[in-house]
């Protein structure tokens, strides 16, 4: 493990969460001179030690072993909000996730708020149209009264 990457990222962690280093070493039961270690990569930390601080800042310890000839990617927080939304959908919805994504891809900068529009539009739509209990499945037509 390299020891400089995991101290980055936990000090990113601490920041994003507001804590200061003795915050965290506080609630840790470490000192402040231990995170200022792990932080910057001159010292190793037992996993035990690991979590408390984890914990500390509001995160886990998630950890993975893999073939030492594979990757190893880092998400950003946001992206991973995203990985997670698009996991939670049924298999059926992702191609369609996927074939709007590609879409966007190929728009032009300037072009994602209408799509983006658009988008809200057929869902506004989508739902306009949803079936009612009451109708035996037939679409609930609601239409607008003009005023």
């Known amino acids: 493990m390299d020891l400089n990457v995991l101290g980055k990222h936990l000090k990113n962690m601490r920041k994003e969460a507001g804590k200061s280093m003795k915050e965290v070493a506080a609630s840790a039961g470490v000192t402040y001179q231990q995170i200022d270690h792990i932080e910057a990569g001159r010292r190793q930390v037992p996993i035990d030690r690991l979590e408390a601080i984890a914990a500390a800042i509001g995160c ?18 946001d992206q991973a909000a995203l990985i997670r939304a698009v996991s939670d959908l049924q298999s059926e919805d992702r191609p369609i996730v996927e074939e709007f994504l590609a879409l966007l891809r190929r ?18 739509l989508q739902q306009r149209f949803q079936p009612s209990p009451a109708d035996n499945g037939e679409p ?8």
């Open 140 to 147: 609930e037509k609601r239409h607008r009264q003009a005023v």
């Open 60 to 77: 886990k310890v998630v950890l993975d072993v893999v073939p030492a000839n594979s990757e190893s990617i880092q998400v950003p927080p």
């Open 107 to 124: 728009s032009p900068p300037n072009a994602a708020p209408a799509a983006l529009a658009l988008l809200r539009s057929a869902i506004d």
